[in-house]
């Protein structure tokens, strides 16, 4: 949990009790991800730095202080080797998590980032009505996909095959992520697409959801609408799948949180809170679901003690460690021995910075 003290709060979800408090940072805290290790979290925030802690003995492990305003995001790859940050001024870096040595750095769109789990491609966007596609090994902006309207989410799918767009025109969008290409346009909502969420076991399941107070489960295959789930009184804030693809989690503007039977498209329990509804985090079965409110301190967490979803074990990698350290390695070589110049890709909005040779 992030915080405007400075602090990251680390909590058992188990439990319930607070695990540690990490201290170093001397600006808010705007951004914190976790390793899909579990050994480590990464923090951002407004003192221009990114700090990687051991979950362990909560000591800071590095400190990436190659930003040059406050962080807007950070992201852990697969390997858990990796780490992917932005910036305000547009600037995105990708560095080593255990000593913070930058691997690459380019400028453009920074406000929301998200990494294949093959990590071939990063997604990132501004804010506006469009998402670019870079790919990593050939730094180089791959593709730009893009809506009539503001784009407001986005999921990458677990195959790291697709990417689902969502949009203030009302649709949502299947992208081949190697490619660029439309796949399916997924028309239903009658009011802005506010969210969108897949499962890890069922790449053909997606759920969305939006201010006309539904919720759309999809078959990205298809195009075709399983089911329209209605029972929300406000727009929807915010939507989970669990990891088997059997339920899903929505929380609203009307106070509520509600769990659904993505199946057969009905309501399995409602749990009414006090505070709108902001977002939410979950386990894979679902059993318990961290709550962000609306302008409150409290966090809460909800447990599903008879959950019907089947715990799923999040995708794992092991990275050639000897790859990873060789790049890092020769371009600090290269950088030492040359001038820094400015490489600009196709579009205007991205510049890399690579020594020339």
């Known amino acids: 949990m992030r915080g405007i003290d400075s602090l990251v ?24 991800a976790f390793a899909p290790n579990g050994l480590f979290a990464v923090s951002g925030s407004e003192d221009k730095t990114a700090r990687v802690w051991g979950l362990t003995l909560g000591l800071v492990v590095s400190t990436f202080k ?55 491609f990063l997604v990132c966007g501004s804010g506006d009505n469009s998402l670019r596609i870079c790919s990593v090994s050939r ?35 299947v992208w081949q992520v190697d490619g660029g290409k439309l796949a399916q346009v997924l028309v239903g909502h009658t009011d802005h697409v506010t969210c969108v969420a897949v499962a890890i076991l069922n790449k053909c399941l997606v759920v969305s959801g939006s201010r006309d107070s539904n919720l759309i489960v999809w078959d990205i295959n298809t195009g075709n609408d399983m089911h329209v789930l209605r029972g929300h009184l406000g727009y929807i804030t915010c939507v989970k799948v669990a990891g088997d693809g059997s339920l899903a989690v929505s929380g609203s503007e009307d106070k509520s949180i509600i769990v659904w039977d993505t199946k057969r498209g009905q309501v399995i329990s409602s749990i009414q809170l006090q505070i709108p509804i902001l977002n939410l985090e979950m386990s894979t079965d679902a059993s318990r679901i961290t709550v962000l409110l609306l302008e409150n301190k409290c966090l809460p967490i909800v447990c599903l003690h008879n959950t019907t979803a089947t715990y799923v074990k999040m995708p794992t990698y092991v990275a050639p460690t000897k790859e990873i350290e060789a790049a890092a390695t020769n371009r600090a070589t290269n950088a030492r021995g040359s001038f820094k110049g400015s490489q600009k890709c196709d579009t205007p909005e991205f510049t890399w910075e690579r020594p020339w040779p």
């Open 139 to 173: 730094e180089e902006v791959r593709h730009t996909v893009s809506h009539s309207e503001e784009v407001t989410c986005f999921v990458l799918t677990m195959d790291s095959q697709h990417l689902i767009t969502g949009s203030r025109d009302m649709s949502l969008k």
């Open 66 to 120: 190659g930003h040059t305003d406050t962080l807007t995001a950070v992201a852990v790859m697969i390997d858990s080797r990796r780490v992917v940050s932005s910036d305000r001024q547009g600037g995105l870096a990708i560095w080593l998590a255990d000593n913070a040595s930058i691997l690459q750095s380019w400028s453009g769109p920074s406000f929301c980032l998200a990494i294949t789990n093959n990590m071939k």
């Open 9 to 32: 709060n680390i909590w058992q979800l188990n439990t319930h009790e607070l695990y540690s408090t990490l201290e170093g940072h001397y600006a808010s805290v705007t951004c914190v």
